[in-house]
């Protein structure tokens, strides 16, 4: 009966011998609310199986399981650092026969509660606007957004910034942009949502107020009485300065007076004309110029 047995274990153990397999599996927390974030340390361990061989290789990759649970620890406000164990679980048909290790056998956990704050929307411009023209006031819908995140990664959150491009002179231009959170150095913030995160914005080009001098031309009607002639004519001053749209005044390059009659005049007088203002500008100074007519009699 000895000699039997011993024959039989033999047999048996070259036909299905002992055998070791060991498996990378990722590790999951579980028991997370959705008021926190788990993060591991370590994202996989080694699992190593070990019984006959018929077992052993029964096993699939995808047949194992393991996690941490964090329902075991006590949770802080904000942020909670320990080490949990590994828990494993196997199909149950071979799980009581194979010898399961894991290594390694705890992992460090780090749970942060997820926080949220509302921040107002800024804006920057990618370029400068066209001549003439200045940015209008942005237009935002919504004007607030939400940023949500560990309480680390919210602390670091100052800014919520949307870029424009005005590239339209005098045109409305209406779209959605993304928007990105940043910290106090302009850098993004990474571990964090925005919500919405695409902000509505609206921006209109405004022209601004320009300058031009131009030169002041008199209008005259009539002739000096005969046999006197004009000679030449002065206007003081001789340039007026005109304000308004740049659009306005790049038309402008010469502001008449009103018009005056010289007829019958016999010798070199002197007029005070009112500037024809072109309309949509304005002068700066008087309104009126002196014109110095020079009549000869020669």
């Known amino acids: 009966i000895m000699v039997s047995l011993i ?6 153990s070259e036909r299905n011998p002992q055998s070791t397999r060991t498996f990378a599996v990722p590790v ?4 997370v609310s959705a008021s926190h974030i788990a993060e591991l340390d370590t994202p996989r361990v080694s699992i190593t199986v070990a019984g006959l061989k018929t077992s052993v290789d ?20 904000d942020v909670t650092e320990a080490e949990l164990k590994v828990e494993k679980r196997l199909p149950r048909a071979v799980a009581g026969n194979l010898d399961v290790s894991v290594s390694p056998a705890k992992v460090n956990v780090r749970v942060e509660a997820v926080r949220e704050k509302r921040l107002p929307v800024e804006v920057a411009f990618t370029s400068d606007p066209p001549a003439g023209y200045s940015y209008g006031t942005p237009v935002l819908t919504p004007g607030y957004v939400a940023v949500r995140g560990t309480a680390t990664a919210l602390s670091k959150v100052k800014h919520v910034l949307l870029t424009l491009e005005g ?5 409305a231009t209406e779209d959605y942009y993304q928007v990105f959170p940043l910290n106090a150095t302009g850098d993004p913030v990474a571990g964090v949502t925005v919500r919405p995160d695409k902000v509505k914005a609206r921006l209109e080009m ?9 030169i002041v031309s008199p209008v005259l009607t009539g002739l000096p009485k005969f046999p006197a ?4 004519y002065t206007v003081t001053p001789s340039y007026v300065t005109l304000r308004g749209k740049s ?7 010469v502001v008449s007076t009103d018009t005056i009659d010289i007829s019958g005049v016999e010798a070199t007088t002197t007029y005070d004309a009112a500037l024809r203002i072109p ?14 007519v020079n009549i000869s009699s020669e």
């Open 7 to 12: 024959l039989w274990v033999h047999v048996n």
């Open 28 to 31: 999951k927390p579980v028991g």
């Open 58 to 77: 029964a096993i699939a990759k995808e047949d194992i399981e393991a996690w941490v649970d964090v329902r075991k620890l006590r949770l802080t406000s």
């Open 167 to 171: 590239d339209t002179a005098g045109s």
């Open 206 to 214: 405004v022209e601004v107020p320009a300058a031009k001098t131009v």
């Open 229 to 232: 002639r004009v000679t030449k």
């Open 247 to 253: 659009s306005r005044l790049e038309g402008i390059s």
């Open 279 to 292: 309309s949509g500008v304005r002068a700066s100074g008087p309104r009126t110029v002196k014109v110095t």
